[in-house]
């Protein structure tokens, strides 16, 4: 939509940027009858949860940088008529490894007594299977106590210790550092190491970390859906933000893309934001204002002062293979291998030298990643001659590779992170990954790697920070107010990953800022 046409003086809430959480918002607000602009900088709504063909002439829409779906309440999909669905992938994990000089690995999925008996094969016993067990059922019993607060006003630190009702459980992820459960449970390195990855995922920690920031990332990381699983979005990540765009359309609110906010000015009870679509500029004033950005962000469009910087420490991988490799270890077959977190170099040793390297100003020499194919538990995303010539996607998320190390050259350190991935991979393949990549129109490998400065450039990411800041504890501290989406403007609310609960594909942090408004209005 050009600027100005179309667009109104005045609006009760004006939400900067179209991606998922700022959809959400704009999809509860005008639903309860509100007037709802929503400016978006790109030329497309979705942010960072969208569905690209990355590849020149080849048919596959790949989920090119948010993937998988946990975190997404079942409640936001029914409370606004959603048009999606997630597929449960059968095999969690697959994780290979080299034993006594043998190409062995751990699988788990696929039924209790095939996990077990993965456990036994690479342990030698049983206790280590039974020590996950008692694990996870813990973890599991949290996810059901805490993950229907996402969506409720902030509990208080012991409304939430209350609410879990376990001692144990509430020291060991809320008191203590992570690694400290992960030593005195479990024996195996390469068990220990898949038990701290969720720890990691977009977050530069040791599993010692005095913070506990690692601690927080592995709480959203195994209570979602109250369950844990990680499911895999039908049609890609572009779906569901397609679905929330067609609601928040139906519902009266106005998608303005290539509308780019440079300005929010406020007295608390009105807003004027002022926005720039192409040569031309133009404000809107408001009743309330969402910002679907950074901290960073929302601190330069109010002229406040900047949080401390955020960083980004991860690889982002997506590729295009004629067909699946086939591993070292054969009794594993590649379909099963791949559908679930195939994880690479992630022993929990591999991942402490990892982070230490890294901490040093070097690339990790073993890098540290996890792989899944999407395309096995979905294929609606591949062109149906892909589908009938056996093609499958790959999506890699390397682990320990923080934005300060790109920053002599993002492109040449970019490529030899790339190689040395792949190398991990490889050792643990029958064949070279690159004898299976498809090749584009032009006859070039289908494959696409994303360094943090990438997604800083790309999509506005602060350090290339995944979650916008370090994640935060799910329950109130000193200045998160009500819903955690409060600034110290009034009519100002953050409704993206950087609010309290927010971080992943959630939608939390926009219903969060809608109830908000809501409740302010009586509505």
Known sequence: MPAHEGLHRAYDAVIVGGGHNGLVAAAYLARAGRSVLVLERLGNT?????STRPFTGVDARLSRYSYLVSLLPKKIVRDLGLDFRVRTRN???YTPVERDGR???????????RTREAFAKLTGGESEYRAWQRFYDMTGRVAQKVFPTLTEPLPTRDELRLRVDDEEAWRVLFEEPIGVAVEDRFADDLVRGVVLTDALIGTFADAHDPSLKQNRCFLYHVIGGGTGAWDVPVGGMGALTDALATAARQAGAVLATGHEVVGISTDGGSAEITYRSGEAEGTVAARHVLVNASPRDLAALTGDRSPAPAEGAQLKVNMLLKRLPRLRDSEVDPREAFSGTFHIAEGYQQLATAHAQAAAGRLPAAPPSEIYCHSLTDPTILGPDLVERGYQTLTLFGLHTPARLFDRDNDAVREELLKSTLAQLDAHLAEPLADCLATDADGRPCIE???????????????????????????????TGRWGVETRHANVLLCGAGAV????????PGHNAAMAVLEELGG
Do not use: M
């Open 46 to 50: 979705g942010g960072a949860a969208v």
């Open 91 to 93: 095999v969690s994990s």
């Open 103 to 113: 190409p062995t690995g751990l699988l788990v999925g696929g039924g209790e007594r």
């Open 449 to 479: 790697a994303k360094t943090p400065l990438d997604l800083e450039r790309d999509l506005r990411l602060p350090g290339g920070n995944i979650f916008h800041r370090d994640l935060s504890w799910p329950y109130a501290q000193e200045g």
């Open 501 to 508: 609960r927010g971080g992943g594909v959630s939608g939390v």
